[in-house]
């Protein structure tokens, strides 16, 4: 599937999952407090993290959309995660990644703090801006530098709002690397969920990445999917 679609899914599923299920379903139940679900607030943080989240498995592939969002600096990331982790669609594309990146993020918070929380959001920020297509098309200094200067002020409008170990971040997190495994199934090639193993689970409906079932049904459905549940829990909040 194509970035801009896999942003979409994770918003999409992040918006579901915090519209409907319960606090302790979402954080550590120890940490659960009498409320049924999470505020508006922390519900719109989320689907902008969690759509960037949604890019993270990708990280193995030197030429898709994480490659390209922070110029040079990315895409030599990429191709170094790339080597390590046997290529694309090997072990960032399974269950053991989604894993990790969900206790990464748990660590990191309560390990590091806040500045950690704060460049989380301004990486998952910048993966959103360049998935959704708002910067400049390419791979050049406008393009990249536009990415930059919009998660930035996306993050500085965060700090505001954030708090310094939001406990629903590692379950956005992980659900946007499982979102994004959800979709890459989808596809002909599918993904090796149970790496090191080597056996692909795929349920091939998208034959071919970025063709009509995706562009003009998959993406638009998780957009509009997306804007309702924000509606509707925004219009029924007190």
Same mark, same amino acid.
């Given at each position: ?7 979409? %899914?994770? @918003? $999409?599923?992040?918006? +579901? *999952?915090?519209? /409907? ?5 979402? &954080? ?65 594309? %399974?269950? @053991? $990644?989604?894993?990790? +990146? *969900?206790?990464? /993020? ?5 390990? &590091? ?126």
């Amino acid at each position: 599937m194509l970035g801009h679609s896999h942003a979409t %899914s994770g @918003a $999409f599923a992040w918006s +579901v *999952a915090a519209a /409907t299920l319960p606090v302790s379903a979402l &954080i550590y139940p120890a940490l659960a407090t009498g409320d049924t679900h999470l505020g508006p607030v922390d519900l719109l943080l989320g689907t902008f993290l969690t759509a960037g989240a949604a890019l993270l498995p990708d990280a193995d592939h030197p030429s898709g959309t994480i490659a390209h969002v922070l110029g040079p600096v990315s895409h030599y990331c990429c191709r170094f995660i790339s080597w390590i982790s046997g290529g694309h669609r090997h072990a960032t594309h %399974s269950f @053991a $990644f989604v894993i990790a +990146v *969900a206790c990464g /993020t748990w660590a990191g918070e309560h390990w &590091i703090g806040r500045y950690f929380t704060l460049a989380l959001a301004f990486f998952l920020l910048a993966l959103a801006v360049k998935a959704l297509h708002i910067c400049p098309a390419g791979d050049g200094f406008k393009a990249w530098g536009t990415v930059v200067i919009l998660a930035a002020a996306g993050t500085f409008a965060m700090d505001h709002w954030i708090t310094d170990k939001p406990a629903w971040l590692p379950f956005s997190v992980g659900l946007g690397a499982l979102a994004h495994l959800a979709g890459d199934c989808l596809t002909d090639r599918g993904c090796r969920l149970f790496w090191p193993f080597s056996l692909r689970t795929r349920l091939p409906i998208i034959e071919r990445t970025g063709n009509k079932v995706e562009t003009w049904v998959l993406s638009p459905l998780f957009t509009v999917g997306t804007l309702a549940v924000l509606w509707y829990v925004f219009s029924t909040s007190p």
